[in-house]
């Protein structure tokens, strides 16, 4: 194993001062450990290209130190990890009183991505690189279950969670001695359409999402999730009633409402040979100027469809842990 150089070191310690640990912790031991991922843009993603090496790290919180854990990876939002009361570290906690470890990537700071403005520069589907080499060195922890390895993402996170599952990606950017036991994605857009994106790998895929979320709607998730099972995907979609976006961040307890935040809700994506992911309708790239882009977002923690959630996922993970 290489020695890590100073600047990663300074990135693992910012990781682990944005990642606050609860004065009732459910974890018997805490790591931060950093791994090397790749940047690029998503033409190159989608044609197989490597990318530009990027050092990024995570925090693992195990809940059991001296047996082997079940573990899943987190992947945070475009906002980035964010505070205590965000969506990441409340199913971190959730998931480790359920005796299941957390390891809690941070996709942007070793990227230098600081604002919205900055993650708009890379696009979601990259992420699935860093979903790949995070299972990578997870696979080698001599306290983590190789076999008991799953990934979850909230919103833009959902982009690593959901895709990985996909096979045209695990053969370009994955490792196909290492596999996920089961993906989990919450509130993702599922507004693009890639190659052979009904081919995944025979693992269950989960879909969580609010019918009231109108920064992310739900109605291309239900279609993406009814042209898998056509296709004889081991997938599920559960919808909770009046759930807005960030339904599971307690930090949202009272509603927030941006209405000069841009959202693609009206947005189709689809991938086109030698242009890479453009407009659908328009079939090309995307421009600020598009007419299917808008403004008006909401945000809202409904405790009751969080409750709903946390028990959902947990059943779940159990079930796919077990098989």
């Known amino acids: 194993m290489r020695l890590l150089d100073s600047r990663v070191l300074a990135l693992a310690a910012l990781v682990a001062a944005s990642a606050p640990i609860p004065a009732h912790a459910q974890f018997a031991r805490h790591e931060v450990i950093a791994f090397e991922s790749a ?4 033409q190159d993603f989608l044609t197989g ?3 530009t090496p990027v050092s990024l790290a995570g925090v693992l919180r195990l ?10 990876i987190l992947f945070h939002g475009a906002g980035g990890p964010g505070p205590a009361g965000g969506s990441v570290h409340e199913w971190a906690r959730v998931l480790n009183e359920a005796g299941i470890a957390t390891f809690t990537v941070d996709s942007f ?5 600081a604002t919205l403005a900055d993650a708009a520069r890379y696009h979601p589907v990259t992420r699935v690189v860093d979903a790949y080499r995070a299972l ?18 909230f919103s833009q996170g959902g982009a690593p969670a959901l895709y990985s599952s996909m096979l045209r990606f695990q053969k370009m950017h994955g490792n196909l001695d290492a596999q996920f036991a089961a993906h989990v994605s919450v509130y993702f857009d599922c507004n693009h359409s890639f190659h052979e994106d009904a081919a ?16 992310v709607p739900i109605g291309p998730c239900r279609e993406y999730v009814a042209r898998l099972t056509k296709a004889g995907m081991n997938v599920r979609l559960i919808e909770y009633a009046d759930a807005h976006h960030s339904f599971d961040a307690p930090g949202a307890r009272e509603t ?10 009206k947005c189709r994506f689809t991938e086109v040979d030698g242009s890479g992911i453009v407009n659908a309708e328009t079939k090309q790239p995307l421009s600020l100027s598009d007419p299917c882009i808008e403004r008006g977002t909401t945000l809202h923690y409904n405790e009751a469809a969080a409750k709903k959630a946390h028990a959902d996922v947990v059943a779940f993970l159990k079930e796919a842990f077990a098989n």
Do not use: C, Y
């Not at 940047?39 to 998503?42: E, F, G, L, V, Y």
């Not at 047996?67 to 899943?72: A, G, L, S, Y």
């Not at 060195?137 to 993402?153: C, E, R, S, Y």
């Not at 995944?200 to 920064?215: I, K, M, N, Y």
């Open 63 to 72: 809940p059991k130190f001296n047996e082997k854990n079940p573990v899943v």
């Open 49 to 51: 290209k490597k990318g």
């Open 39 to 42: 940047s690029m843009p998503s």
């Open 136 to 153: 990578d060195v997870l696979a080698k922890h001599p306290l983590i279950d190789t076999k008991k390895i799953a990934v979850m993402g």
């Open 109 to 113: 700071s070793g990227r230098g991505i």
């Open 200 to 215: 995944l790998a025979a693992r269950p895929v989960l879909l969580l999402h609010g019918t009231a979320d109108d920064w």
């Open 256 to 265: 927030v409402r941006n209405p000069q935040a841009i959202t693609f809700r």
